[in-house]
């Protein structure tokens, strides 16, 4: 065949997920031409993170049902295929949440994930913000048939910024990939195989790369939390604004958001996109260093741009929707005209609002000793 009749290939490929047909550029993963739709049509990615090179392929959440190939060869792939790992071809119709074989094989994923994750959600600090919660009450089912002890682990200390709870790894392996990727001295990594799996530092070896901080943000659950702000407050009482400063650590984009209390930052963390990541700026991810994120704990220490956008099936959202009509205050008519007689102002007395005390800036968890 001559160069001229040679067909030329073709510049999009067309997918189809869940009866949507969009055109993607070829080598575009299933996981991602789903993302350029949005919506339920997206599976959920535990492990998988756009801005880590070879993430993904490790917790199987994103699994979908290929049902037929692709044009050229329309045969249904005969198992389920992991969604960020999986390229879309020509003509390939891709289910997901029309899949019942597909719901079917999350809730166990979701329930092999929580074999030996602690259900600790009411004392854990990724509460509100975990991806592993959200995961369970989208696609779990409800209760465990695991018998067994779960596992644990020796306490280990990983330095002065962030806390691991190795019982709460999902060894998605992200944090590895970001030390390896962001820091040029990777100190930790995943040891030991199956069951014994865990994350450590070998020898203890405090992390403390000026970029350490972002495994916070990519861990999926809460194993990886900030030491500055373990214990102070619950995510969804804090109401998060975006800001920024003049950074000049090399690499630092400086954007960030501050989860505030009245004028007090609690915490800094990268700003996200609605898939849980770092967002993007001029096609780079917005890490950000250690002294933004741990150092800067001031308003004036940024210049704020204004309110986060939260997705509103997200707790933190709770009681900040904009043109909220509040319900009608029955309480004084129930009582017969009476007024509610109020015996304690909590705050006033527990003197947690008093504007001096700076929670964020208290070495440890705020308790009733600090406040003797
Ligand atoms: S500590 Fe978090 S980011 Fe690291 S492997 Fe475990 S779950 Fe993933
Ligand atoms: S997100 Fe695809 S396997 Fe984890």
């Known amino acids: 065949m001559s160069d001229e009749t040679k067909p030329v290939p073709a510049a999009t490929f067309k997918v189809t997920i869940d009866n949507i ?19 339920d049509v997206t599976p959920p990615a535990m492990c998988y993170y756009s801005k880590l090179q070879g993430s993904g392929g490790k917790c199987r959440t994103c699994l979908v049902e290929v049902a037929a190939g692709s044009t050229a060869d329309p045969r249904p792939m005969p198992k389920l295929v992991a969604s960020c790992r999986t390229t879309v071809m020509d003509g390939m119709v891709v289910k997901n949440i029309t899949s019942d074989k597909v719901k079917d094989a999350r809730a166990g994923v979701v329930e092999f994930l929580l074999l030996n994750h602690p259900l600790d959600c009411p004392v854990c600090d990724q509460a509100g913000e975990c991806h592993l919660q959200d995961l369970g009450y989208n696609h779990g089912k409800e209760g465990t048939r695991y018998e ?8 280990e200390d990983i330095g002065p910024y962030i806390q691991l709870h190795m019982t709460r790894c999902i060894l998605c392996y992200r944090c590895t990939y970001v030390a390896d990727q962001l820091t ?11 069951e014994h799996a865990e994350i450590s530092t070998y020898i203890s070896k405090a992390i403390d790369n000026d970029f350490s ?3 916070i943000d990519v861990c999926p659950v809460g194993a990886l939390t900030d030491k500055t702000f373990r214990f102070k407050n619950r995510v969804w009482f804090t109401k998060p604004m975006d800001a920024h400063r003049n950074c000049e650590t090399p690499g630092c984009c400086g954007k960030t958001t501050l989860w505030l209390r009245g004028e007090e930052v ?6 996200k996109d609605e898939w849980g990541e770092v967002q993007s700026y001029d096609g780079k991810p917005g890490w950000i260093c250690n002294t933004c994120r741990f150092d800067k704990k001031k308003t004036t220490d940024w210049i704020v741009d204004g309110l986060t956008s939260i997705n509103r099936h997200s707790v933190i959202s709770q009681g900040k929707y904009p043109g909220l009509v509040m319900p009608k205050e029955t309480i004084t008519e129930v009582m ?22 700076h929670l964020s800036e208290l070495n440890g968890p705020a308790d009733s000793t600090v406040f003797d």
Not at 184 to 194: A, E, P, Q, T, Y
Not at 340 to 357: F, G, Q, W, Y
Request: aromatic share 4%; no cysteine; hydrophobic share 35%.
């Open 184 to 194: 040029n001295k990777r100190s930790h990594g995943i040891l030991d195989r199956g």
């Open 336 to 357: 017969g005209g009476r007024a509610p007689r109020l015996l304690m102002n909590i705050h006033d007395e527990s003197e947690v609002n008093k504007p001096n005390v």
């Open 213 to 215: 901080g972002n495994m």
């Open 266 to 271: 609690f915490r800094v963390t990268a700003r």
């Open 148 to 155: 067994f002890k779960r596992r644990t682990f020796e306490k």
């Open 21 to 39: 047909t969009i055109d993607v550029a070829p080598g575009t993963t299933v996981l991602n031409a789903a993302r350029q739709i949005g919506g």
